[in-house]
T-cell receptor, first 113, second 113 residues
Framework: DQQVKQNSPSLSVQEGRISILNCDYT??????FLWYKKYPAEGPTFLIS?????DKNEDGRFTVFLNKSAKHLSLHIVPSQPGDSAVYFC????????????FGKGTKLTVNP | DTGVSQNPRHKITKRGQNVTFRCDPI?????LYWYRQTLGQGPEFLTY????????KSRLLSDRFSAERPKGSFSTLEIQRTEQGDSAMYLC???????????FGQGTRLTVV
């Protein structure tokens, strides 16, 4: 039962263009969403988060959009840089005191120079 | 750098042996999490501590797995009678409180032969 789904295993983008990574979820109890980036042989690194009371959050080149009615969120990276090449994980947390994060399977982003 | 520290980074063990991993969280963080990641999957939640209290445990945490955080600082994860299916990356994370993101360590890669 995959409650957080990242349907694109990989994405390739040219340097300077926009990268859009998508994530869908099924559990309507999720109220907090995060994106993590992971390089090989390292632990995940926090990128950006969004609460369910918002529909957009920006941090520099990274913007996360949340569409609660569609149970969909996306991460936009503009402009993309070769150093952004990594695996990106979407994660969600349920309200009501649970601190467990549920992760998607990840999307491998490659930014070509 | 006072990030989350995990030891050892790699562990190879024979099936049936017991193994123990250690996690040192960021010093002021009272929340500590253990996750497991296998190839092609996102991290899966195992357990969570608030200070020394273990507040959530996943069904993934069979009776061969035990985690402790005796003084509310470092934590250990022990796997008894290891099986080949236990081969994975074991990730530890910590956070300051429920409203902030979790920071991950680099993980311990376990290989059971």
């Amino acid at each position: 039962d995959q409650q957080v789904k990242q349907n694109s295993p990989s994405l390739s983008v040219q340097e300077g263009r926009i990268s859009i990574l998508n994530c869908d979820y099924t559990n309507s109890m999720f109220d907090y969403f995060l994106w993590y980036k992971k390089y090989p042989a390292e632990g995940p690194t926090f990128l950006i988060s969004i609460s369910s009371i918002k529909d957009k959050n920006e941090d520099g080149r990274f913007t996360v959009f949340l569409n609660k009615s569609a149970k969909h969120l996306s991460l936009h990276i503009v402009p993309s840089q070769p150093g952004d090449s990594a695996v990106y994980f979407c994660a969600a947390r349920r309200g009501g005191g649970s601190e467990k994060l549920v992760f998607g399977k990840g999307t491998k982003l490659t930014v070509n120079p | 750098d006072t990030g989350v520290s995990q030891n050892p980074r790699h562990k190879i063990t024979k099936r049936g042996q017991n193994v123990t991993f250690r996690c040192d969280p960021i010093s002021e963080h009272n929340r500590l999490y253990w996750y497991r990641q296998t190839l092609g999957q996102g991290p899966e939640f195992l357990t969570y501590f608030q200070n020394e209290a273990q507040l959530e445990k996943s069904r993934l945490l069979s009776d061969r797995f035990s985690a402790e955080r005796p003084k509310g600082s470092f934590s250990t994860l022990e796997i008894q009678r290891t099986e080949q299916g236990d081969s994975a990356m074991y990730l530890c994370a910590s956070s300051l409180d429920s409203s902030t993101e979790a920071f991950f360590g680099q993980g311990t890669r376990l290989t059971v032969v």
